[in-house]
């Protein structure tokens, strides 16, 4: 069984940061894909930021230039580096991995962490 456990989300002022991290723990041959969704609330669960295991990286629009998605594969971690936050960024962001156990790719998501941008 793979795991996925999400910290660093919380409380910030608009304008501030966060990082958020997310590790992979378990049993599995390799992780593919690694990427952040979010669902701010009434909304549906929209994609953030991708990262290949290469360390190619996709982002939503609304976020290009402020969140930077990293990993660091010695580690099975991915980051995501929040800067210039927004009220609009307000959400559970979701930690997801595309792993394969042994041959076939699996979907694993992580419980979630809260981030909030008020004043």
């Known amino acids: 069984q793979v795991q996925l456990v999400e910290s660093g989300g919380g409380l910030v002022q608009p304008g501030g940061s966060l990082r958020l991290s997310c590790a992979a723990s378990g049993r599995f041959f390799k992780i593919n894909a690694m990427n952040w969704f979010r669902q701010a609330p009434g909304k549906q669960r929209e994609l953030v930021a991708t990262?290949?295991?290469?360390?190619?990286?996709n982002y939503a629009g609304s976020v290009k230039g402020r969140f930077t998605i990293s990993r660091d594969n010695a580690k099975n971690t991915v980051y995501l580096q929040m800067n210039s936050l927004k009220p609009g960024d307000t959400a559970v962001y979701y930690c997801?991995?595309?792993?394969?156990?042994?041959?076939?790719?699996?979907?694993?998501w992580g419980q979630g962490t809260q981030v909030t941008v008020s004043s």
């Open positions: 997801n991995a595309l792993v394969v156990l042994v041959v076939t790719q699996h979907d694993y």
């Open positions: 990262i290949s295991s290469g360390g190619s990286t």
